[in-house]
């Protein structure tokens, strides 16, 4: 009777360090990663070339189809960027801002 209550404790005691490890693990990584930009260089949006293969992976598109994916997400880019260049430096100033202002505080 007695064993099995000296297992289960050993097994919530060992599930117990499992999960405040692998939390601790998660908190020092994030921690020790600096803190990464809104948007990249070209503005806001993911990578164009992650974009269509994720998508095309999922939809199963031809060679054809990713082509003028491609194509069409490239020239919505450079549409962005023009955009995006006489405020992005704005916005990315006003970002230091705010940070610096929550790290003083």
């Known amino acids: 009777m007695k064993n099995w209550k000296v297992i289960l ?15 601790g693990t998660q ?7 600096p803190p990464k930009p809104a948007f990249g260089p070209g503005g806001p949006g ?23 994916i491609d194509r069409l997400v490239r020239e919505s880019q450079e549409r962005v960027r023009a955009l995006w260049e006489p405020v992005g430096p704005k916005i990315q100033e006003e970002t230091r801002s705010v940070r610096a202002r929550i790290e003083r505080s």
């Open 9 to 23: 404790a050993t097994l919530v005691i060992f599930g117990t360090g499992v999960l405040s490890g692998a939390l």
């Open 27 to 33: 908190l020092v990584r994030r921690q020790a990663e």
């Open 46 to 68: 993911p990578d164009r070339f992650d974009f269509i293969r994720r998508w095309g992976d999922r939809l199963d598109l031809t060679v054809e189809q990713r082509d003028k």
